[in-house]
Nanobody, 123 residues
Framework: QVQLVESGGGLVQAGDSLRLSCVASGLTFSTTTMGWFRQAPGKEREFVAAITWIRDMTYYTESVKGRFTVSRVNAKKTMYLQMMSLKPEDTAVYYC????????????????WGQGTQVTVSS
């Protein structure tokens, strides 16, 4: 049984930093590409970042480039999202997911999802 568990969310002020974690179990983490998505109230779930299992290649949505960093530690079966210079528009529930196949940018290509962690950025 695959489980993805996110943690690290919270309420912060604009300009602050947070680090999200996603711990995986029940899958071969070291050969799984992983991604972060977020969903704000009234909006669709959107791609944030992803990291491949081959050469740890990283991908970001334009609005977070230079502020967010995705990383992974295979020995801990954990993926991280370091978020800096947070803005109110980053407020959302953040989800981690495992890629089944296809595009890292497409939510439909991910097969397992965590329950999400809330990030709220006040102005």
């Amino acid at each position: 049984q695959v489980q993805l568990v996110e943690s690290g969310g919270g309420l912060v002020q604009a300009g602050d930093s947070l680090r999200l974690s996603c711990v995986a179990s029940g899958l071969t983490f070291s050969t799984t590409t992983m991604g972060w998505f977020r969903q704000a109230p009234g909006k669709e779930r959107e791609f944030v970042a992803a990291i491949t299992w081959i050469r740890d290649m990283t991908y970001y949505t334009e609005s977070v480039k230079g502020r967010f960093t995705v990383s992974r530690v295979n020995a801990k079966k954990t993926m991280y999202l370091q978020m800096m210079s947070l803005k109110p528009e980053d407020t959302a529930v953040y989800y981690c997911a495992s890629l089944r196949s296809g595009s890292v940018y497409s939510a439909g290509d991910y097969d397992y999802w965590g329950q999400g962690t809330q990030v709220t950025v006040s102005s």
